[in-house]
């Protein structure tokens, strides 16, 4: 029983590049969240999205970030013209349903050079 | 006042010692409530959820005062194993919301 899938596990990008992360929620959970996390800081909700709508963004940057959660495939959160300041930890987490206990996956940590 | 807050200590404790960990939150309509538990450069892993009426893993318990606004966790007969950083999170959930606000966390080192 799969958990939640996060790749890559790492990522470098020049700034300027765009950054492409991807999630797959467990088996059997149709809501996805993800995180950010800063070094030394706390867990930052950035968005929160079911199959094919975008529920709640209010913690996504107005610019250069985007979130979707296709019909099919994984979720996908882009940075595009990333800058030194995106470096961080990306987490995503899944649950059953809205209210419910989130599991996070393993993460993807973009160092922007 | 910040949505959630915790002491990031650290907690250094001996082994086999009873540590508590409380968690302030600033918003009463708060629905669910949670601790995870973070290893160094790791995803946060759920430990337990909170309840009003408490509740209990091994050693393990988690409490809730709605009056006060706060979640606690309490340790008992601490493991090296348990030396993690502990996370709290508030859920406010209803129309379009649906996630999680964390505390820093509070770092427990378990000594020998």
């Known amino acids: 029983n799969a958990g939640v899938m996060q790749n890559p596990r790492h990522l470098v990008r020049r700034r300027g590049q765009e950054a492409r992360l991807r999630c797959s929620p467990m088996k059997g959970h149709s809501h996805v969240y993800w995180y950010r996390q800063l070094p030394e800081e706390g867990l930052k909700f950035m968005v929160y999205l079911q199959k094919e709508n975008i529920i709640d963004e209010s913690g996504m940057p107005k610019e250069r970030f985007s979130a979707e959660f296709p019909k099919e495939g994984p979720s996908i959160l882009r940075i595009q013209q990333v800058v030194r300041g995106d470096s961080a930890a990306y987490f995503c987490?899944?649950?059953?349903?809205?209210?419910?206990?989130?599991?996070f996956g393993p993460g993807t940590r973009l160092t922007v050079t | 006042r910040k949505e959630v807050e915790q002491d990031p200590g650290p907690f250094n404790v001996p082994e086999g010692a009873t540590v508590a960990f409380n968690c302030t939150y600033s918003n009463s309509a708060s629905q669910s409530f949670f601790w995870y538990r973070q290893d160094c450069r790791k995803e946060p892993k759920l430990l337990m959820s909170v309840y009003s009426s408490g509740n209990e893993d091994g050693r393990f318990t988690a409490q809730l005062n709605r009056a006060s606004q706060y979640i606690s966790l309490l340790i008992r007969d601490s493991k090296l194993s348990d030396s993690a950083t502990y996370l709290c999170a508030v859920g406010n959930y209803g129309g379009s919301q649906g996630n999680l606000i964390f505390g820093k966390g509070t770092k427990l080192s378990v000594k020998p």
């Open positions: 987490a899944s649950s059953p349903g809205q209210g419910l206990e989130q599991y």
